[in-house]
């Protein structure tokens, strides 16, 4: 007995393709209302992946270790189920400087990060890379004191002192693009979306190849469920960026929410071919489009491909559940493999 596309059996819809039809089916991604997700992945200051002694820690305000993990050979890492609220990621790998990076995870569901470490052996005045070597000889010296200034508080989870600093620096300088991202993620650690945007559209502005960004504002986009802004602001940086991941998974965010979904299932495939391992949300992310598709037998595959690759994932009972409705709907063969936790599997 194969897999069916076709939810209509017997005269009878589906329990499950009647849920999804109606409007009644949550998103996996969106199943837990006071959840998050937070990947991403760490590169050197040119973008290429750092690909081993990389270790990942998400910290809670108090300074307690919410999550740590090593990242992958492509210098991922993601963390599933944690809490909507303020955090810290600190970043660290041999041979390189530490980064540290704001999280608020009350904007959305999930959030995607990409860190760029500087060499221990190499001066830079910058956490996620230069925009330029161009545009950073352009900066006032006491412009450049003033970001600095705001690094060091903003390492040492100072917001209030960093936004300070980085507010300076941008007065000085208006077109210092690398500070009004730097000040764009304390805003909106701070709860102030629109004051980001600003700061973001001026960076952009400033440096239309600043794809850092783009990334972040489209993040930002997505999360206001502004998808149509967000296409529209993405498309020139794909275009000229194809394998800048990150773009690539903004775009499919936008185009699910605009329910788009062969558009939203190429571009995840696209981010998904980027990587040498797949990334875990993209499974979700997968599993969603071909569910609203009725693609029953994609959507069972990735389901089942992500409870082989994450057993305690954040999304795990929910997928169980999901599998047993469609197996009772005959959307699968009931005596169909069930996947389980691998003793090597990763947490």
């Not at 393709?17 to 760490?42: H, R, S, T, W």
């Not at 969603?288 to 994609?298: E, G, H, I, W």
């Amino acid at each position: 007995m194969g897999f069916r596309r076709l939810q209509i059996r017997g005269g009878m819809i589906s329990a499950l393709a009647l849920m999804i039809l109606l409007g009644k089916f949550v998103p996996f991604a969106v199943a837990d209302g006071d959840k998050a997700n937070v990947a991403g992945q760490v590169t050197t200051s040119n973008g290429n992946p750092i690909t081993f002694g990389v270790n990942v820690e998400l910290r809670a305000p108090g300074g307690q270790i919410a999550g740590q993990q090593p990242a992958d050979s492509s210098g991922h890492f993601e963390f599933d189920y944690v809490a909507k609220k303020d955090y810290t990621l600190l970043v660290k790998a041999d041979g390189y400087q530490p980064a540290t990076r704001a999280v608020d995870l009350r904007y959305g569901d999930q959030l995607f990060l990409t860190i760029r470490l500087n060499p221990l052996n190499r001066k830079v005045k910058q956490d996620r890379g230069d925009v330029t070597s161009v545009e950073d000889l352009k900066v006032p010296p006491h412009a450049k004191r003033q970001y600095l200034k705001g690094n060091r508080a903003f390492k040492a989870q100072n917001y209030s002192a960093a936004k300070k600093y980085f507010e300076r620096a941008v007065h000085e300088y208006p077109c210092y693009a690398q500070a009004q991202l730097e000040l764009a993620t304390v805003l909106i650690a701070k709860k102030h979306a629109s004051q980001a945007e600003t700061a973001l559209r001026k960076a952009i502005q400033c440096v239309p190849t600043f794809l850092d960004a783009y990334v972040e504002l489209s993040q930002l986009f997505n999360a206001e469920k502004r998808y149509g802004e967000s296409l529209k602001l993405l498309q020139p940086p794909v275009e000229h960026s194809p394998d800048t991941w990150q773009l690539r998974y903004q775009m499919g965010v936008a185009h699910y929410g605009l329910k788009q979904y062969e558009r939203a299932e190429k571009d995840f495939l696209g981010v998904r071919a980027l990587h040498r391992a797949p990334l875990p949300i993209l499974r979700i992310k997968l599993a969603d489009v071909y569910l609203k598709k009725n693609d029953f037998a994609k959507a069972y595959a990735e389901m089942q491909s992500y409870l082989k690759e994450r057993p305690d994932g954040r999304f795990v009972s929910r997928i169980k559940a999901v599998i047993q409705q469609m197996k009772a709907d005959s959307l699968v063969p009931a005596d169909s493999p069930s996947a389980t936790a691998s003793p090597g599997a990763k947490p």
